[in-house]
């Protein structure tokens, strides 16, 4: 099993960022996806999770009208459209496999500042 997030980056406050998580080595479309973040000093959280044909997605309340997670299980990948970005959104985003056993992705850096 293989996750490899990208599409991080330095953005200023209000602007967009697109992640992305590319997934291997298992049949992506059977297993629901999640992204988290973790912010210095602070413990990882749930941002979104997303089931495996895409219904019923969930947001963290902080997030929620601002960011969007979809997939394309085709592609085997999972995103995380970031949009109205604030400097407390600043983390390193994680994306991890659900189920039984869980797997996650190496992170990608965000940093909201001006």
């Known amino acids: 099993v293989q996750l490899v997030e990208s599409g991080g980056g330095l953005v200023q406050p209000g602007g967009s960022l697109r992640l992305s998580c590319a997934a291997s080595?298992?049949?992506?479309?059977?297993?629901?996806m999640s992204w988290y973040r973790q912010a210095p000093g602070k413990e990882r959280e749930l941002v979104a999770l997303?089931?495996?044909?895409?219904?019923?997605?969930n947001y963290t309340d902080s997030v929620k009208g601002r960011f969007t997670i979809s997939r394309d299980n085709a592609k085997n990948t999972v995103y995380l459209q970031m949009n109205s970005l604030k400097p407390e959104d600043t983390a390193v985003y994680y994306c991890?496999?659900?189920?039984?056993?869980?797997?996650w992705g190496q992170g990608t850096q965000v940093t909201v500042s001006s």
């Open positions: 997303i089931s495996n044909f895409g219904s019923r997605p």
């Open positions: 991890k496999r659900n189920g039984f056993k869980e797997y």
């Open positions: 080595g298992f049949v992506f479309s059977s297993y629901d």
